[in-house]
């Protein structure tokens, strides 16, 4: 079964945007600061960097829900899964001072060689995630 | 029918990730760039400054179909229409010196008033997109 | 005299360069998300924000002296004190592990008001800065 | 004598903050792009890729002189002479509808091995800058 990770953030002066909240963009990068933390967390990162593939993003879809402002604190939730030969990451942002869900995110990532040839994902990291 | 919007662009240095090619969130900059650029092409910006609503991403959809360089030149094509009270870009990049698609992205946006409530798609703009 | 504050944060995936370590952007982008967390440590960000004044940088320099990897713990300390007009910013970024510096900063700001003119130090600041 | 190189770019939809301008890193982004870009005139990418040296920017001062809005275009020229053992880049950007300037950088970068010591500048790229 997948393993859940929580990872607690706040707010920083530079990401607003024009409208004073963070930008889609934002998101997007506290998505895979999150990804990065879930493999440090479960200790994945040297399968992954010994590795001669790389884990690549094939999809990801964003549903923005609340704006987020400055000095917000906020959790990132996240889970991962198999779908062979995909990694599946299912997870969420919510606003920590009322609970409520800022956005969500699924992001489909695929391992590939050094030729950009699609991949099986590793033994080890298999065995891991169930 | 939606109008079909056409911006060139070439990749730069400071927009490399650690795999050496552009990472997630610049495509995601990329699809923002050019629906700003679709907006000042078909003279809209007045009509979305003037007004009192703000133009909101609820969704975004991107499909990553091949990796892009530092110097790559990139075809981003736009268009546009609603689905009311949404309106709905579809965009693609495509590699200019191959004409191989190197992404795509659905983009859902809303109208919000200053209290965040959703609106209509304001009439000039939804005349301007027919 | 200037007050010292102290920030702790950890480097993430998203801020690597084709290098594999931070870049020189990000480097400023923590310096600039350290002088906001000044601000609000200090309480006064109420005073920044109901102001009528911005508060804009007009110079940066910005020493870069070690190269900072994916996951490493970086101290950043700032003081800020008064030249009139100006405020000026003396922060460093540290290695937590090592205590080596990796980087130092001197950054000029000056408030102006809604013309873009240049205007004093609001004395509210100027008192809680001495 | 160094060569004098253009480049010209217009302000991006994404590159604005809360201040509704483009904000202190974006000016960073755009030094950084031209001295790619300037390299790329040059003819100097190959020398640089090919060899075993990294360059890297051990300074950077930045003078913000004007903001800068949405879709503002923008010149940013750009030289480059040897201090040895360092490169240096003298930078600015000037506002094409008024020619006011907009910010100016100077930038000091050294070539390093892979053990990152300092090394000196190869000699093609040095015969090339004279």
Redesign the interface.
Known sequence: MAEKHTLLLTV???E?????HI???VY??YF??A???YF?ALDLMPSLTESEL?L?????????QR?VK??EELIVESSCFPEKPYLIFQQRIIKKSTNLPAARATTKLIFVDKE?MARDIPDGLLKRLK
């Open positions: 920083r002066g530079y607003l945007d024009s409208y004073n930008n889609n963009a997007l990068n895979e600061h990804r990065w933390e440090k790389s690549v993003v094939t999809d990801i879809h964003i549903r923005y704006e400055l000095f950009k």
